[in-house]
């Protein structure tokens, strides 16, 4: 009993380390996965406000946006 103790301490430290690295994993992937969004939102939001095509993204007329276009602003850090 006492062998299996100590295997299980040594597992839970495994997977404390495992966790933590996950986490992080979680993390970056989260990031990306935001950035990626971010970018797609930005296209499609430009791309449904764009009713006559124009030479510079910036000059464009600008509409109200979509709602998926909030997203963008609430998913960016104040």
């Known amino acids: 009993l006492m062998e299996k103790n100590s295997k299980y301490a040594r597992k839970k430290d495994e997977d404390k380390e495992d966790e933590e690295e996950k986490e ?3 993390q970056k ?4 996965q935001q ?3 971010v970018a797609v939102t930005f296209r499609s939001c430009t791309m449904m406000r764009r009713p006559t095509p124009s030479p510079s993204p910036f000059h464009r007329p600008f509409l109200p946006l ?3 276009c ?7 850090p104040q």
């Open 35 to 37: 950035l990626r969004l």
């Open 24 to 26: 992080e994993e979680e």
């Open 66 to 68: 979509p709602s998926i």
């Open 29 to 32: 992937y989260i990031a990306t």
């Open 70 to 76: 909030q997203l963008r602003d609430k998913s960016s």
